[in-house]
């Protein structure tokens, strides 16, 4: 339980009936294919925490329509890239070596917050094989989105995140902002810039055997996608609606939309838009160092 009062999070209770009533002011529907992203503390003193979240996303969207989550396991990732906290050099044979295999049916996603987290486990739940960037699904079209994964360039085409794409799904941010928006990095594949390669890593389970997957990846970057995010509401309004659901300030988006202005804005942006973001990540950190 959190250590804050419930009063000073909500006026009153956020119970299941008034989240499926937000989420439809919203604009979510019966029938509609929604890839969610969450905040559970944004939302306030949730009635039944995480569960009740889910709860009202199935209700909302009915077993007609398809929610779609993100269960990413970056603690399952090569460790070299591990920052918070890094590992000794020395240990990453041992970590690649006996880390246990990611199964969908039972690895934890914590770290990407407690509603995924819950979902993953819900009866008719599908969740796909990546070791590290997993998707998890309820709903119509549940397993035609999440399977197959593709081992390499996992948030390319042919992976859940681009048959999201062609399923028109729509983009649920419930307490979240473009920092977040994973759909993002599917334009990062298809934009006309400079990139980088790297391999990635996990531990999965490929022909009954336990492994070390090496997989080819795009360098990704999230740290102009909070620039994307101002100039596409501001040249593509019609395709967000934002409104509250419980607390949290919240966006329904036009996932198809969001991918192909981002393409366009990156490959007219990019490299020029990181260096700015780093700019501004680097002056807010001097600032908060000279206030501390």
Do not use: K
Not at 21 to 46: I, K, N, P, Q, Y
Not at 63 to 85: I, K, M, R
Not at 244 to 250: K, L, T, W
Request: glycine share 8%; net charge negative; with cysteine.
């Amino acid at each position: 339980m959190s250590d804050v009062a419930p009063e000073a999070m909500s006026d009153e209770p956020i119970t299941v009936e008034r989240l499926v009533s937000d989420l439809r002011e919203l604009g979510l529907s019966a029938g509609d294919t929604v890839f969610v992203h969450s905040s559970l503390s944004a939302l306030g003193w949730v009635c039944g925490g995480p569960a009740a979240v889910v709860d009202a996303l199935q209700r909302t969207v009915t077993e007609a329509g398809t929610l779609v989550l993100p269960t990413f396991t970056g603690d399952y990732s090569d460790p070299s890239g591990w920052q918070n906290p890094p590992v000794p050099d020395e240990w990453e044979p041992t970590i690649r070596e006996t880390m246990p295999a990611f199964r969908p049916e039972s690895t934890p996603c914590p770290r990407i917050g407690a509603i995924p987290n819950t979902f993953r486990s819900y009866p008719g739940v599908v969740r796909s094989d990546h070791p590290v960037v997993s998707f998890a699904a309820w709903g119509a079209d549940a397993e035609a989105i999440v399977r197959p994964h593709p081992d390499d360039e996992p948030l390319g085409e042919g992976t859940p995140l681009a048959r999201l794409y062609d399923h028109d799904a729509s983009v649920l941010m419930l307490g979240t902002d473009y920092e977040t928006a994973t759909s993002c990095h599917l334009a990062e594949y298809r934009g006309e810039f400079p990139t980088e390669r790297e391999t990635g890593g996990g531990p999965a389970i490929r022909d009954g055997e336990r492994i070390w997957l090496a997989f080819d990846d795009v360098a990704l970057d999230t740290s102009d996608f909070p620039l994307v995010g101002d100039a596409f509401e501001a040249e593509r309004p019609a395709a967000v609606t934002v409104g509250r659901v419980g607390e949290a300030e919240s966006r329904l988006v036009d996932q198809r939309a969001l991918v192909d202005f981002a393409e366009t804005w990156f490959g007219e942006n990019r490299p020029e838009s990181l260096e700015r973001a780093a700019d501004d990540a680097d002056e807010t950190s001097s600032t908060d160092g000279e206030s501390a």
